[in-house]
Every structure is written in structure tokens, then in C-alpha cells.
């Protein structure tokens, strides 16, 4: 196994719902995938696609997004390294039901349906894996729909900047550096705000000594008070 693999293979063994399947069921799922490579802002698929693959991201940051009623993107989500994704619309058989794209460089693994659905006859336990992947996605998505109705801006900010650095956090100095071009524009999208009053909590924080933001490069420099601020213990 080269050392590409290898590191590959440690990235996938990183995300729970893969390391908790069987080595003979990871194995096949592996040998039947599709190795893809894309350059930044290339397009993984659309709204409205048909559901051709699952997706297993290994290198790079994949952008969800969905377009507003006026035309602008509105950024749903970001997967990192040891994702997998696209498994709504083939589970179902439905279209995509939103975009898509590279944010950074990517590579990743494509797995086609009919394979996908060759596997879940073979191994019943995927399926039942499947199910377990869902279940902890609908708990994430029904705690953001609660924070988005109970928590301040502040909260909501506070709660992206942590997940994002869990996800594509590097130690740096004093503090943890999110590996991603966050512009306020694309924060103001992820808490449903505008861009003026995530500059100016963004100031704010930075004159406290909690962040830092310099042309789109974010390091948290105080994550201790992001998160009481997050649980409500403290102000902005």
C-alpha cells in the first residue's frame, strides 16, 4: 500500500460510521469505488441531478449550497476529509437536492448506485450502518433548526466558528486556525445574517482577543469563551 493510500485510508478510518463497518464490508465498499480529482469551484453535482453516486471525500473541502430567490448561493454546509455524502437522493432515487462544488482542491471517491445497491444486497449491515448515518445527520440538522430559533447571532456565530475548526483546525501559535477562505459574506450565509453584522461581531471578538480574521483566514485564539458563549455563560 503506497503512503497515499495509506494516508487515504486514515482519513476514511476517521469518520466513525466507516470504521464501524466490518473489514470485509469496508474492503468491498473500497475495491468498488472510483478514484475523481477536482480543482477548485468545479461542480460535484447540481440540484436536480440524478443520483449516479455516493461520495467519500478524501482530501480538500466539499461546499452544500442551494440558490436563494434572487439567484445568490445560500452556503448550507462545508464536509471535510472522511465525509461521505450524496447518500439522500441514492437511497431514495430522487434528484439532487442541492449543489455541490469544491471549495478547495479535491479528491475523492465516487461509489456508482448500481454498486452502491450490489453492496446493500451483500451486506444487509450496511444498510443498517446507512440508517445509523442518517439518524446522527437529522439529530445535527434538528439541533441547527433549534439554534436557529432560540440562539442570539452571537450564539449561532460562535457555534459555526467551533464546528469549523474541529473539522479544519491546525494548531497555530496560540490558537486554531480554520484551513478554509471564510469570507464574512459566506459566514453572514451559514447563520443567516448579513455581512455587516458578522464584520462587526467579527470586530469585535478581534478587539477582545478571541479571533483573529485577516483577508478571509480565521484563528480562534480563545475558544474557551466562543464556547461559554455558545452554551450562554457568556456575553459578546
Known sequence: MSTAHARHQETL???PWFAGL?????DDVLASTQLRTL???QCVFRRGDPPDYLFALLEGCVRISGTSSDGREALLNFYEPGAWFGEVSVLDGGPRTHDAHAHTPVRLLQLATPDFERLLQAHPVLGRKLLQLECSRLRMMLEGFEAFSTHSLEQRLA???LDLSQAFGQQQGGGT???LH???EV???MVGSTRQRVNQLLRQWEQ????SHRYGRLVLLRPDLLRALQSGQAGG
Open 208 to 211: 477582545g482577543g478571541w479571533v
Open 13 to 15: 478510518m476517521s469518520n
Open 39 to 41: 480543482v477548485q469551484g
Open 177 to 179: 486556525a480554520i484551513d
Open 22 to 26: 466490518p473489514p470485509p464490508v469496508r
Open 159 to 161: 457555534m459555526r466558528l
Open 182 to 184: 471564510l469570507s464574512q
Open 187 to 189: 459566514l453572514a450565509q
